[in-house]
């Protein structure tokens, strides 16, 4: 239970980064803090104690098998997590190199 206590936890800290901070870079770093909650969270779901690998073969008629569809659904996440945080980081350098800053409000300010 308090795994997924610390898993609200991890993500209330990516969400006070996203909402909190001014600075492009530091609320792409909460937007990927909370990623690695949600994911931490799908894995700890499909966790099973003593469970083994979703393998069939004689002698495992009664075992704990691990869900599988958890770890492929959270493997899929890392790589689209992955690649919206580089096209966010893209769009941070493009922004910078237009107005020269990562301040949301400067920027909001700016015309150009």
Partial sequence: MIIYILCLLLFLVGLYGVIAKRNLIKIIIGIAI????IN???IMIGYV????APILSKGFE???FVD????????T?????LATTA??????IRLYQKYGTFDIRKIKDLKG
Avoid: W
């Fill in 62 to 64: 009664n075992a704990k």
């Fill in 49 to 52: 104690e003593g469970g083994t």
């Fill in 87 to 92: 096209l966010l980081l893209a769009v941070a």
């Fill in 40 to 42: 931490l969270f799908f």
């Fill in 77 to 81: 996440s890392i790589v689209i997590g």
């Fill in 68 to 75: 599988p569809l958890p770890q492929a659904m959270i493997l």
């Fill in 34 to 37: 909370m990623e690695c909650s």
